[in-house]
């Protein structure tokens, strides 16, 4: 039976990176995952990174349509979204071929199989037992389906299923609303399809302010997206090579559809674990932790989507580097809680950090300042004029609770509120930070300074 300090259960971002900073730490390691293309995890091959590339594709097949507004002549523009998706395949394995490098110098050992706890300590992986000191549990998050509604891989698909897509379709139908889903919706609808969001909360982005999801909802309007909130889609049916859909809300409609996404979000991979053996306790649907991202057995960590809180990769990235170092110095690190960036690469973009204006209100007197991307040079010359940036802050105090941006590079931008809220920055203090003209960051200074 081989030996180590430390198991890691998954090699998804929770799990590769606290088993490099263990083996900088001087620790002997290994991962297990079902397999070594999967090392990165549903971020690297399945989520962020080629999501991301889609989006980056259909942006530029947009600039390119719209150039004449610019000067530029480029006459008919078209794609092919067969290369689109060898685009997107190319960056995953660029950057898989650098991760595993990275791994394979820091003299980690990878497992490939599904891993099952024996007792606290040792681990099955496929036909072999390891056994360790320590085991982080990184074992990350599957996709959520609907009781009445699953994916069939073929006209009705996952988010992870329709990466391998290669047909537009004309109508596409996404159920959820959430991050997921705006950015699959801008993607499809800028190559031309017609796109239909269904989501059961008042507004997109139900975890984000409430104007957030109100001003994504206006412009997608204009870009021909159809946003039915307050609906849910009660069944699908197949017609021919059709998926009918029946969407109830105020009123009851079918619809037919090419293609259908589930968006619906993700829960806690933790099922053939045998936690039960490890004697690690599970809370609602999540692996219950500590502030030390301790689990209820003490040498046992999780980390990243199967313990509850954000399900995001740089979440992921800060409670590895937690557990990491706990483990080697005893537990004296937290994660970080509060300042926490939220991030959709939709159109126009967000990025948010801290506390909603609805949150604030429950526990501050608090003053809410907003300002308009649509008089700021940098926006007008981008033709990026929609959007806003929002800062909430403390009365008493001037403490800036929280902040949400809707506009182009919002997704950047946002880190500036970051070290705001991470550094308990009143108003004055960033109304005294002089920003360069001309900017889309002028608009965060206009909106504090007004």
């Known amino acids: 039976m081989s030996k180590y300090d430390v198991i890691v259960i998954g090699g998804g971002p929770a799990g590769y990176k606290s088993a490099l900073k263990l083996s900088e730490l001087g620790k002997k390691v290994c991962i297990i995952d079902k397999s070594r293309k999967h090392i ?40 092919d979204l067969k290369l689109i998706n060898e685009k997107m395949k190319a960056n995953v ?13 820091a003299k980690i050992d990878i497992i490939e199989a599904e891993a099952s706890f024996i007792d606290k300590n040792r681990i099955k992986a ?60 801008t993607f499809y609808s800028r190559l031309g399809s017609r796109v239909t969001i269904v989501e059961p909360m008042a507004e997109l982005l139900p975890n984000e302010d409430a104007e957030v999801g109100k001003a994504i909802k206006r412009e997608f309007k204009k870009t021909g997206i159809t946003s039915d909130t307050g609906y849910i889609v009660k069944s699908l049916e197949y017609i021919e090579d059709k998926v009918k859909a029946l969407i109830s809300g105020k009123k009851e409609r079918e619809e037919e559809f090419d293609l259908v996404l589930l968006a619906v979000g993700r829960r806690a991979n933790i099922d053939g674990l045998d936690l039960e053996n490890s004697r690690v306790e599970v809370e609602n649907r999540h692996i219950k932790v500590n502030e030390y991202m301790q689990t209820t057995t003490d040498n046992i960590y999780a980390i990243g989507d199967v313990a509850d809180g954000w399900m995001l990769a740089h979440t992921a990235y800060d409670e590895a580097m937690v557990a990491a170092k706990n483990i080697v110095n005893g537990n004296n690190k937290t994660p970080e809680r509060t300042a926490i960036p939220r991030v959709v690469f939709s159109y126009p973009e967000v990025g948010a950090v801290g506390l909603t204006e609805e949150q604030a209100k429950d526990k501050f007197e608090i003053n809410v300042q907003k300002n308009l991307f649509k008089p700021n040079g940098k926006a007008i010359i981008d033709g990026a004029g929609e959007g806003f940036v929002k800062v909430v802050s403390d009365v008493e105090t001037g403490i800036i609770l929280g902040a949400s941006i809707v506009g ?30 001309p900017t889309l960051s002028e608009v965060i200074w206009e909106t504090v300074i007004i």
């Open 93 to 105: 394995e660029l950057l898989n071929s650098g991760l595993a490098g990275t791994i394979k110098r």
């Open 126 to 185: 496929g036909g072999v037992e390891v056994e360790a000191d320590y085991v982080i549990i990184a074992s990350g998050s599957v996709t959520s389906v609907l009781p009445d509604i699953k994916p069939d891989g073929n006209k009705i698909l996952t988010s992870g299923q329709i990466l391998a897509n290669e047909v537009l379709p004309e109508k596409l139908l996404i159920i959820g609303g959430g991050v997921i889903g705006c950015e699959f919706a």
């Open 40 to 79: 990165g995890g549903t971020c690297l091959n399945e989520g962020c990174i080629p999501v991301k590339s889609l989006l980056k594709s259909s942006e530029v097949f947009l600039t390119a349509k719209n150039a004449e507004k610019y000067g530029i002549q480029t006459g008919e523009c078209s794609f």
């Open 408 to 437: 182009k590079s919002a997704t950047e931008l946002v880190h500036e509120f970051v070290l705001v809220v991470k550094n308990r920055m009143t108003v004055n203090d960033l109304a005294s930070c002089v920003h360069g003209h």
